[in-house]
């Protein structure tokens, strides 16, 4: 799949005459090759499709295809549903779906592409919403539970209720240094952090309604969310839960489908249903003096629903002057940059 995609001009006849060819000379039929499922790995240099016969690995620069597990029995058994890579690695989390699975939609198959076959397997009791890998962790999320577990012997580390998260919203830091995970709490429009030195989890009421994107930093230390409302961006220090600052993509409401921090976490983006590209500048540089996660720690397994923990609301908020964000002024922020979305059309590699 590839999409076109320019940058929005005020020549709304030229866009609408683009359109009107596109409508007219590109027609989008489904088909047994259609995605049940797009995604990147962490430092998003591949990214994975799974649909009904199995999935396939492409490199993002240059674009190129990798590898491909599909099935080629005429039953067409083989469906997944959810792929998550283990950055560049033979290491894959898989979910089965589509009309016939390879797997149950309750069970996380660990998949090792050198071995051609699974070599763990992780089995709950409702169907997996989301998988989130580590070289240490493995984050499995259901509909109203998010569980941890050690990727060496699949212990179980942590186990969280959360409100009902049919998106299977999760987040986990990607740095070696320290282990920052944020989900939904119970409830509605806030997130939990945890930490892996067991500290109390910190709850941020980041929005009035549900939560519809939230994304970490790769070292962990900011999150940003957005809601179903789909009108702001907000985004905070993990550490002790400050605002730092709010972006706006529009007036109207919207269904945002993603959010994420550049590497540098100098830029943020998203997309919404409306058929844009949002891209923010968060700041211009890093400044000295930020606070820093402490090293990372063996977590020991336990249970917790935040009963205990850290309330931290985002409205009336004040900014954290230890921050490298905290030259930002807790006030609406619009776009640097917006693009729009062409239609999409097939393209074969």
């Given at each position: 799949?590839?999409?076109a995609?320019?940058?929005?001009s005020?020549?709304?006849s030229?866009?609408?005459?683009c359109?009107?060819?596109?409508?007219?000379?590109v027609?989008?039929v489904?088909?047994e090759?259609?995605p049940?499922?797009?995604?990147?790995n962490?430092?998003r240099?591949r990214f994975a499709?799974?649909?009904?016969?199995?999935?396939?690995?492409?490199?993002?620069h240059?674009?190129s295809?990798?590898?491909?597990?599909?099935?080629?029995?005429?039953?067409?058994?083989?469906?997944?549903a959810y792929?998550?890579?283990?950055?560049r690695?033979?290491?894959?989390a898989?979910v089965?779906?589509g009309?016939t699975?390879?797997y149950?939609?309750?069970?996380?198959?660990?998949?090792?592409?050198?071995q051609?076959?699974?070599i763990g397997?992780?089995?709950?009791r409702?169907?997996?919403r989301a998988v989130?890998l580590?070289?240490?962790?493995i984050v499995?999320?259901?509909?109203?539970?998010?569980?941890?577990?050690?990727?060496?012997?699949l212990r179980l580390?942590?186990?969280?209720d959360?409100c009902?998260?049919?998106?299977?919203?999760c987040?986990i830091?990607l740095?070696?240094n320290?282990?920052?995970?944020?989900c939904?709490?119970?409830?509605k429009?806030?997130?939990?952090?945890?930490?892996?030195?067991?500290?109390?989890?910190?709850?941020?009421s980041a929005h009035?309604s549900?939560?519809?994107c939230l994304?970490?930093t790769m070292?962990?230390?900011?999150l940003a969310?957005?809601?179903?409302?789909?009108?702001?961006?907000?985004?905070?220090n993990?550490l002790?839960g400050t605002?730092?600052q709010e972006v706006?993509?529009g007036k109207?409401p919207?269904d945002i489908?993603?959010?994420s921090?550049s590497?540098?976490?100098?830029?943020?983006?998203?997309?919404s249903?409306r058929g844009?590209?949002?891209?923010?500048?968060?700041?211009e540089q890093?400044?000295k003096g930020?606070?820093?996660l402490?090293?990372?720690q063996s977590p020991?397994t336990?249970?917790?629903?935040?009963?205990?923990?850290k309330?931290?609301?985002?409205?009336g908020?004040?900014?954290?002057?230890g921050?490298?964000?905290?030259f930002?002024?807790?006030s609406?922020?619009?776009?640097l940059?917006?693009?729009k979305?062409?239609k999409?059309?097939?393209r074969?590699?």
């Amino acid at each position: 799949m590839a999409t076109a995609v320019s940058p929005v001009s005020d020549a709304d006849s030229s866009a609408a005459s683009c359109e009107q060819e596109e409508q007219e000379s590109v027609s989008y039929v489904p088909s047994e090759q259609t995605p049940l499922f797009i995604g990147f790995n962490q430092d998003r240099s591949r990214f994975a499709c799974g649909n009904a016969h199995g999935f396939k690995v492409y490199d993002c620069h240059p674009l190129s295809h990798v590898s491909c597990r599909e099935s080629t029995d005429d039953d067409g058994n083989g469906g997944i549903a959810y792929v998550e890579m283990l950055f560049r690695s033979h290491i894959f989390a898989l979910v089965g779906g589509g009309p016939t699975p390879r797997y149950p939609s309750n069970k996380v198959m660990i998949w090792d592409d050198h071995q051609n076959s699974c070599i763990g397997e992780l089995s709950f009791r409702s169907q997996v919403r989301a998988v989130k890998l580590r070289r240490d962790r493995i984050v499995v999320a259901l509909e109203s539970k998010v569980y941890v577990y050690n990727f060496a012997d699949l212990r179980l580390l942590l186990q969280i209720d959360t409100c009902a998260n049919p998106k299977g919203l999760c987040a986990i830091s990607l740095s070696s240094n320290s282990v920052v995970l944020a989900c939904p709490s119970l409830r509605k429009g806030q997130v939990r952090i945890d930490f892996h030195d067991n500290k109390k989890p910190i709850l941020i009421s980041a929005h009035e309604s549900a939560l519809a994107c939230l994304v970490l930093t790769m070292d962990g230390q900011y999150l940003a969310t957005a809601s179903s409302t789909g009108t702001l961006v907000r985004v905070f220090n993990t550490l002790d839960g400050t605002l730092l600052q709010e972006v706006r993509r529009g007036k109207g409401p919207a269904d945002i489908y993603s959010v994420s921090f550049s590497n540098d976490a100098h830029w943020l983006a998203l997309s919404s249903h409306r058929g844009t590209i949002h891209i923010f500048n968060l700041r211009e540089q890093m400044k000295k003096g930020e606070k820093q996660l402490p090293n990372t720690q063996s977590p020991s397994t336990g249970t917790s629903n935040g009963s205990c923990s850290k309330d931290i609301t985002s409205s009336g908020a004040k900014l954290n002057p230890g921050s490298s964000l905290s030259f930002m002024k807790v006030s609406t922020a619009v776009p640097l940059i917006q693009f729009k979305v062409g239609k999409w059309c097939s393209r074969s590699i």
